[in-house]
């Protein structure tokens, strides 16, 4: 079972409205992701933190942004969505960012659909 | 740009086949490497991982990963897979530079039929 929770599971919007997907975790852990990954294609890094007050753009651009005001909440925000968001966003987080000790535990995921 | 490919998107196999899933990736660094599996409905879980040692690798439910160096690769191998090895796999790689980037493959679609 997942001790990173992401809400809400799906979600169906219209053009336009700003939108925030959760993510908590209950680990403690100080690193946390957000990964957006369309189907067939890989997952692509779109935010990182490495801890309260810390947050950095991934490898693929995007509109949203992130904050980390708490160990365990790592919420990602649309201003304004548009059709070309419509994906599905992991959550995951780690307790070392090498991996080697602490694997990469993600959420269910949010799958976005924007209208 | 450092890359992972996985050279099959689908794979479809009877129960009791061999399987191996392959995994390249680009990066002349040092990495760690890593198979995801999600079953359906669940959420991405650690299949096995590669750091350091024995470039054989044994993961959870029978499945085992070679690494090796001067081919760039990871494959994932199983000698007989089950109907609950249906599932969607990942290779990953983690650049262990300042960055730590965890790069993905873009998975395989596995089905097996019992």
């Known amino acids: 079972e997942a001790d990173i929770y992401q809400t809400p599971r799906y979600l169906v919007i219209g053009t336009g409205k700003k939108i925030t997907l959760e993510c908590s975790q209950t680990?403690?852990?100080?690193?946390m992701y957000w990964y957006q990954q369309d189907p067939g294609m890989e997952l692509h890094l779109i935010h990182y933190?490495?801890?309260?007050?810390?947050?950095e753009k991934g490898d693929l651009s995007s509109e949203s942004t992130v904050s980390r005001i708490r160990t365990e909440h790592f919420p990602l925000t649309l201003e304004s969505a548009r059709p070309s968001h419509t994906s599905q966003y992991l959550c995951?987080?780690?307790?070392?960012?090498?991996?080697?000790?602490?694997?990469?535990?993600f959420g269910n995921g949010t799958r976005l659909t924007v209208t | 740009a450092q890359s992972v490919s996985q050279h099959n998107h689908h794979v479809i196999l009877s129960e009791a086949a061999s399987l191996e899933l392959g995994c390249n990736y680009s990066?002349?660094?040092?990495?760690?490497l890593f198979w995801y599996v999600q079953y359906p409905g669940q959420h991405l879980q650690l299949l096995l991982k590669?750091?350091?040692?024995?470039?054989l690798v044994k993961g959870i439910k029978g499945f085992e990963a070679e690494f090796i160096k001067s081919k760039f690769s990871f494959n994932l191998r199983k000698p007989s897979v089950q109907w609950s090895d249906t599932a969607e796999y990942f290779c990953?790689?983690?650049?262990?530079?300042?960055?730590?980037?965890?790069?993905f493959g873009s998975g395989t679609r596995l089905l097996v039929r019992p």
């Open positions: 933190s490495y801890g309260v007050n810390s947050t």
């Open positions: 590669y750091f350091s040692g024995d470039p």
């Open positions: 680990m403690g852990h100080d690193k």
């Open positions: 990953a790689v983690n650049l262990m530079d300042s960055s730590y980037k965890l790069i």
């Open positions: 995951a987080s780690s307790e070392d960012d090498t991996l080697v000790d602490s694997p990469l535990h």
């Open positions: 990066y002349g660094g040092t990495v760690n």
